[in-house]
């Protein structure tokens, strides 16, 4: 496969064209994007889908950015970049050099069928911050549900969400739509066929 350059492209029709081409769907409402998004990553792919965020959140006082290891963090440090702010990840396990003085949450992982403690230090996310949470994926919401308890028990405003590829299918979207917070998926999938791999996107007002 061709690494593609997107430097001249700004529809983000192309992030749908891309899971079109390289998306791989597999039984049990699998999405595999592994070839440009969570394993290897498509950097130029990334600075664009950042440059959308940047113009649907903007005006937005976003100062921090905010993801959870592992799969979003690349998309999240682009973005980031973009914003020229720092990016801070919920880790999903403790270690020596993590400090105890924690905000910590619970978080069911779709896509691992098992249980985290995920946890953010209380010196990266605090009452002054106002963060755009980015992640790669959403389905069942769980992952954001949990960022969004991280934030709030640090007292952070919550500016927006960004998501690259939304399974429309499930009730994450609607879950957190529901919340009255900004989401903006850039690839919101309708359905998709494990057997004949067909992919269906919804279509979407900053599309037109």
């Known amino acids: 496969m061709q690494y593609q350059s997107l430097e001249e492209e700004t529809d983000m029709k192309l992030l749908e064209e891309r899971i079109q081409r390289d998306g791989i769907v597999r039984e049990g409402n699998v999405l595999k994007v592994d070839s ?18 940047k113009r649907l959140f903007a005006g937005k006082p976003v100062n921090k950015v905010l993801t959870i290891e592992a799969s979003g963090i690349g998309i999240a440090a682009v973005v980031a970049s973009e914003f020229n702010v720092p990016v801070v990840f919920a880790k999903k396990s403790m270690s020596i050099n993590l ?6 949450t619970k978080i069911q992982s779709f ?17 002054e911050d106002h963060v755009l949470i980015i992640d790669d994926f959403l389905a069942n919401g769980c992952a954001l549900m949990g960022l969004l308890d991280l934030a ?42 494990s057997e004949t791999g067909e992919i269906k996107f919804r279509e979407q007002p900053h599309q037109n």
């Open 36 to 53: 440009f998004i969570n394993h290897q990553m498509d950097i130029p792919l990334f600075r664009e889908m950042a440059k959308e965020w």
């Open 99 to 104: 400090d105890y003085d924690n905000y910590e």
């Open 111 to 127: 896509t691992h069928k098992k249980i985290y403690n995920v946890i953010v230090s209380k010196k990266f996310l605090t009452a």
């Open 152 to 193: 709030k028990e640090a007292g952070a405003t919550v500016e927006g969400i960004g998501i690259a590829v939304e399974k429309g299918f499930q009730q994450g979207g609607e879950l957190i739509r529901s919340k009255g917070i900004q989401l903006e998926s850039l690839a919101i999938v309708e359905s998709m066929n």
